[in-house]
Every structure is written in structure tokens, then in C-alpha cells.
């Protein structure tokens, strides 16, 4: 089965930095690649996602890039601010297990002020 | 719209008590995913339906676990018996279909197993 990745695990920045956060995955047939941002005691929620026909997308200041050929995609955040402090995830759809989606451990994400 | 409903948020129960979490997904979504999620393993996939039908239950534990769609506006989630390592905040998701993928969770219910 498919099998993601994510890198770091925790990431602290000063805030106006960058944070970029990276997964890989295993099954080259997977097709749709989202990222979700979970507050402390917070439900998971989508905050960017790509296709596998694209190869960057942004979103005012969060941009989703990733290569197909290296089976790796990454989160950018600009210009980080404090309430942007959360745990971020990826994941990848399998094309094959329709619907089904494996999700990575998560990265912890402080923006100190 | 509302959202996906979960119920109950917060659940403490004694072990070897049966445990019923439910679940409705948003209007019009084919799809319904139970999670689970704790700090040692993360959030797990445990059961997902598509149109009310189960089409992977790889994820779910042990047979102690049952889930359930009995209409596309209803799903169950049922541990019995209950065990301490049980306790975890469990998420239902739901997903559109039809080529939109992103999926929306609900509130979670926070599942403590004494």
C-alpha cells in the first residue's frame, strides 16, 4: 500500500519567515495530494491540495509544489504569522484504492513572534 | 450547510463497556471515512464507505471494532469491548466524489477508556 513520508517532524521560524515542510510517497499511481492544518484540539481542515496534472499551485501566501518523478511534494508558507502555529499534514490518494488516502505523521509548526 | 455532526464530542466509559460513536456526513457526499488519531500512531485510517457500501476495513484494529452506514446520512462506529488503549479522538470525515477529493472532518469525539 501506499506509504507517505513527512519531513520535519517539528519546525520552529521567526515570524515573517518561510516554512517549508516535505513528503514523499510511495505509490506512483497516487493522483491528489492535499494538506491539512489541525489546531490544538481542532478538527483537521484543507488548506491547499494538487493534482497530479500540476505541478505548483498557491494560495495567497501557501503554495503546494510537487514532482511526480521524485514522488515528492511540499508545503510553502510565506510571511509566516503566528496563527499560522499548527500541525500540518499531507497526504496522498491512491488512484488504484479509489478514495482511500494515507495520511503523514505530521509536522508541528511554531512561528514564534 | 452544517458540517459533518459527530456525537458524542467527549465519551468515558469503563473497559469491557460497549461504545457507540456516530457520525453524519455532509448532504450529498459519497463518501464517509472513520479516523482515529492519537500521539503515538497518528491519524489511522480506520474503515471508508462509498455510497453506504464498506470498501476498506483494513484499518480497523480488531473485531472488537464494527462500523456501520446504514443510509447515506448515518454511520456508526462501535467498540466491544472497550479497552484503555482504545482511547483516542476519533474523526469522521466526509469526501464529495465525483472527482473532488478534499475531504471534510468533523468535530471528533474524544474517547477516554478507563
Known amino acids: 500500500g501506499e506509504n507517505v513520508e513527512q519531513h520535519p517532524s517539528t519546525l520552529s521560524v521567526q515570524e515573517g519567515d518561510s516554512a517549508v515542510i516535505k513528503c514523499t510517497y510511495s505509490?506512483?499511481?497516487?493522483?491528489?495530494f492535499p494538506w491539512y492544518k489541525q489546531e490544538l484540539g481542532k478538527r483537521p481542515q484543507l488548506i491547499i491540495d494538487i493534482r497530479s496534472n500540476v505541478g505548483e499551485k498557491k494560495d495567497q501566501r501557501i503554495a503546494v509544489t510537487l514532482n511526480k518523478t521524485a514522488k515528492h511534494f511540499s508545503l510553502h508558507i510565506t510571511e509566516t504569522q503566528p496563527e499560522d502555529s499548527a500541525v500540518y499534514f499531507c497526504?496522498?490518494?491512491?488512484?488504484?484504492?479509489?478514495?482511500?488516502?494515507?495520511f503523514g505523521d505530521g509536522t508541528t509548526l511554531t512561528v514564534k513572534p | 450547510d452544517a458540517g459533518v455532526i459527530q456525537s458524542p464530542r467527549h465519551e468515558v466509559t469503563e473497559m469491557g463497556q460497549e461504545v457507540t460513536l456516530r457520525c453524519k456526513p455532509i448532504s450529498g457526499h459519497d463518501y464517509l471515512f472513520w479516523y482515529r488519531q492519537t500521539m503515538m500512531r497518528g491519524l489511522e485510517l480506520l474503515i471508508y464507505?462509498?455510497?453506504?457500501?464498506?470498501?476498506?476495513d483494513s484499518g480497523m484494529p480488531e473485531d472488537r471494532f464494527s462500523a456501520k452506514m446504514p443510509n447515506a446520512s448515518f454511520s456508526t462506529l462501535k467498540i466491544q469491548p472497550s479497552e484503555p488503549r482504545d482511547s483516542a479522538v476519533y474523526f469522521c470525515a466526509s469526501s464529495p466524489g465525483g472527482g473532488r477529493y478534499e475531504q471534510y472532518f468533523g468535530p471528533g469525539t474524544r474517547l477516554t477508556v478507563t
Open positions: 505509490d506512483s499511481a497516487s493522483n491528489y
Open positions: 464507505f462509498n455510497n453506504n457500501v464498506p470498501i476498506d
Open positions: 497526504a496522498a490518494r491512491s488512484g488504484t484504492n479509489a478514495g482511500k488516502s494515507t
